[in-house]
């Protein structure tokens, strides 16, 4: 697991807050994917043009970029009951842009000092996933299916 935490400093004394966002190995690939494509909406971010971007990287979470908000935020989802719309949690973390900047010149790092993050495969290329039900089966990949199945009025 790969945690981005909030750190607090309290009369000298720093500690974790709760506010962050923790990833699996799965989840991390899928999220490395996408950094090119994350940077790019922050270089919009900064110049205010019209961002909208919303990501999945795995189970309940998404990585969303909006314009007017100079933040990378790492969500998680619900599903409201008789609501076919996600909504954030307050379980999560926002960067600010020089904070997304710093975590992705750690990324190299990181991933020398855990080798087996950088030859971590996506969980959709395997061969589970080439039918739609495992696909579904996926926790990772199927962000609400779990929880909020599909259902039938006979
Ligand atoms: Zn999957």
Known sequence: MIHIR????????????????????????????????????VELLKRNQHVDYSHHIGAKYYVTISTGIKCVNFRRYFMPKNSGKKRPTRSGIALRL??????????????????????????????????????????????????????FNV
């Open 6 to 41: 909030e750190y607090k400093t309290e009369n000298g004394q720093t500690f974790t807050t709760k506010k962050g966002v923790s990833f699996t190995k799965v989840r991390w690939t899928k999220f490395r994917g996408q950094i090119d494509e994350i940077d790019s909406k």
């Open 98 to 151: 020089e904070e997304w900047e710093t975590l992705v010149s750690k990324i190299d790092d990181l991933h020398r000092q855990l080798p087996e993050l950088s030859v971590a495969s996506p969980c959709y290329n395997s061969l589970d996933h080439l039918n739609q039900t495992g696909y579904l089966n996926c926790r990772e990949c199927s962000s609400f299916s779990t929880e909020f199945g599909i259902q």
